[in-house]
């Protein structure tokens, strides 16, 4: 199965991805987390993105695109099936990846639009946090770790996202609403879209992710 997950910042995505992961056994591909990674790694491609994520703007197109296309062609990811999480989030990132997947002779199952209201997103990604090791994220008001500080399920420490700051916040939901509403339009004309309310909590979400495909 190959599964697009397009949603704003907050909205849940690396945790239907994590979910999808567990259960369907699909490969997540998480531009974001990738990112991540690079800085977290000193890479030159890690600086380059840090000061486009420190100030919540687009990396750009072109390193995004190549970085995504590496990781889509890996014989791996073929077999298993992938869960695309934050890529594609511009019109030019979607044409790319149409043209990656035509040349693999693969097609997309579903591309699934992940939808809340704004003022949500900013109280969610206010009081963030995920665990350094496993990755599991966590709310200071919503679903807060049991011992401060300490992932429920590894132990890890938690840390808050440096984009996950109020300023960057709304400028990450401007970039949004401007670059990657579009790729929703843009699927909407090929008739792998589907619409789910991300508002009803992860289980609900998964249920309409999955029932469609499941039927
Ligand atoms: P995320 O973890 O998906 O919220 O992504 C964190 C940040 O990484 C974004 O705010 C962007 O700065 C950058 N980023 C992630 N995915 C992309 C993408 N597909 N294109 C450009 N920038 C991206």
Known sequence: MRLILIGPPGVGKGTQSALLVERLGLKAL???????????????????????????ELV???VTIEMMAKRLRDEET???????????RTVRQAEALDEILFQMDLGLDRVVSIEVEDETIIHRLAGRMGCTKCGEIYHSRNKPPMREGLCDRCNGPL??????????????????HEN??????????????????GSLGPEETYRQIISPIAS
């Open 60 to 62: 750009p197109n072109g």
């Open 159 to 176: 840390f808050v996202r440096s984009d996950d700051q109020p300023g960057t916040i709304m400028e990450r939901l401007r970039v949004f």
């Open 180 to 197: 990657t509403a579009p790729v929703v339009d843009y699927y909407g004309r090929t008739g792998t879209l589907l619409r789910v309310d």
């Open 78 to 88: 073929r077999k298993s099936g992938f869960v695309l999480d934050g890529f594609p």
């Open 30 to 56: 998480s531009s974001g987390e990738i990112f991540r990674r690079e800085i977290d790694a000193q890479t030159d491609l890690g600086r380059l993105a840090q000061r486009y994520i420190d100030h919540g």
